[in-house]
């Protein structure tokens, strides 16, 4: 049984922990869906979202490489352009400009 006493300024904690800004949830979450290849829907403050995209699989590549080698400078040159199928690419304007809202799967 699930136990529904839940501390949730302490699980806020917690996460603010683990993921100090919305920039860095997204680095993971970008991460996530590099290493998997599954579908996911992008939320955008400025348009539309995008439904069942993927990351190019030479965007994620690149991107896991510079998550995994701790390469930040080039990890920021790839989020200034996040390339998801079906389109070229987004730009986002600077290194995880708030226009790119959220990644779900």
Same mark, same amino acid.
């Given at each position: 049984?699930?136990?529904?006493?839940?501390?949730?300024?302490?699980?806020?904690?917690?996460?603010? /922990?683990?993921?100090?800004?919305? /920039?860095?949830?997204?680095?993971?979450?970008?991460?996530?869906?590099?290493?998997?290849?599954?579908?996911?829907? &992008?939320?955008?403050?400025?348009? /539309?979202?995008?439904? /069942? &995209?993927?990351?190019?699989?030479?965007?994620?590549?690149?991107?896991?490489?510079? &998550?995994?080698?701790?390469?930040?400078?080039?990890?920021?040159?790839?989020?200034?352009?996040?390339?998801?199928?079906?389109? &070229?690419?987004?730009?986002?304007?600077?290194?995880?400009?708030?226009?790119?809202?959220?990644?779900?799967?």
């Amino acid at each position: 049984m699930a136990n529904t006493d839940v501390d949730w300024i302490e699980a806020r904690r917690r996460l603010d /922990e683990i993921f100090p800004t919305r /920039e860095h949830h997204l680095v993971w979450q970008l991460a996530h869906f590099a290493g998997t290849g599954q579908l996911f829907d &992008v939320t955008f403050l400025d348009r /539309e979202p995008s439904l /069942e &995209v993927t990351l190019t699989q030479e965007f994620a590549f690149e991107f896991l490489a510079a &998550v995994n080698y701790g390469r930040e400078d080039r990890l920021r040159q790839l989020c200034w352009q996040i390339r998801f199928s079906g389109w &070229v690419e987004y730009q986002l304007g600077r290194y995880l400009d708030a226009q790119l809202y959220a990644a779900r799967p």
